[in-house]
């Protein structure tokens, strides 16, 4: 009988062992990934240049998912809401990825599509070249904070005998709420979008940011 | 000459060598934290009952410096500021901590008592369990992905030749600016208490939810 043919190395294969890693470990190493792919560390050198590398070939892939919206076709807040929305489902699924991401530069180009998208969602809305830095980092910071809500325990919070009573009914209001992590994202992302609204176009006492 | 005293294991001593593995790779072991403290396993055990303790621990110490506001002197708004600023700041010095923390409920008391502030001080705004809940998930959800902002490189974003000019131009505007991520995190959070504040008291339409 033929022995079955290795799979052949390649980066999305890298990307795809690096993930599982971080998603069961919170971190990778060379040595572990090579181990996972059954290759030498050296055969992964004919494929990635070191580390980062490897953390941007891992974003790509939880990106990779993710649809834009047609920009002509839909108005700004729309946009934003869509783009965010498919940023917090594809993060959700890898929460021990993000601060793995935070902390590296982006380089990968489907994610910065993303942030491109964002911009010129917000550029439509009016905003200045400074708000509109602002505005992307509020909503990537709150996708990302929410991306971590919505792969938190179904017990969030364990109150003790110590606990207020303001605290311990919100937390008796909707504990076995599947829906949660979803809804309140959603509910703030729906604040965000109106005070966006609120300072778009932007005010005469903004005018030297724009 | 007399051999120093070996410092006497404790819980703290716990939290901060976990807390120093977590801050470095992102991950500690109950082996690697025996290692650092120069103790056998079974020592730990014998202070500790395991990894989820140490978890709640290194929560504890990460939330040590925070001081609450007194609800009684300051309106609403400003306590969930203060609070939310105080939170954002411990939390910003332990970017790596934050997925380890959110994917455990939380038990430590020096934590639980960040939550019934904000749960009594959205009381005071008249929010009902329900939105009290969401209220404070949301603030939680934005300052948790506003400190891995904090903590993000110089250069958050690298465009290359095929980013779209909106995207570039805001790069531009702000790319050295060192007190960024703290003005964009106080800009965000305004906005979602200027939306608490228009949701406050519950309106008629949201008393189902009260």
């Known amino acids: ?82 783009i965010a929305t498919e940023y917090w489902t594809s993060y959700s699924q890898h929460p021990r990825l993000i601060p793995l991401l935070t902390s590296h530069t982006v380089r990968d180009i489907t994610t910065l599509r993303v942030y491109d998208a964002l911009a010129e969602a917000f550029a439509l809305a009016g905003f200045g070249p400074k708000r509109r830095l602002q505005a992307i980092t509020i909503v990537d910071s709150f996708v990302l904070g929410s991306a971590l809500d919505a792969a938190a325990p179904a ?36 604040m965000l979008l109106a005070a966006f609204g609120q300072q778009a176009p932007a005010r005469a006492n903004d005018a030297e940011d724009c």
Chains 1, 2 share one sequence.
């Open 1 to 82: 009988m033929a022995r079955p043919s290795k799979p052949k190395l390649s980066t999305t294969a890298i990307a795809e062992a690096a993930l599982n890693l971080v998603d069961a470990h919170g971190e990778f190493t060379l040595p572990q990934l090579a181990k996972a792919l059954s290759v030498s560390a050296s055969s992964l050198y004919n494929h990635v240049a070191g580390r980062d590398e490897i953390i941007e070939l891992m974003r790509g892939r939880a990106m990779s998912e993710i649809r834009l919206p047609d920009l002509r076709s839909i108005a700004w807040q729309e946009a934003v809401r869509d």
């Open 155 to 190: 017990l969030v919070w364990e109150p003790n005998a110590e606990s207020s009573r303001y605290f311990k009914e919100a937390l008796d209001a909707d504990l076995s709420d599947s829906g949660r992590p979803r809804a309140t994202f959603e509910l703030g992302l729906s």
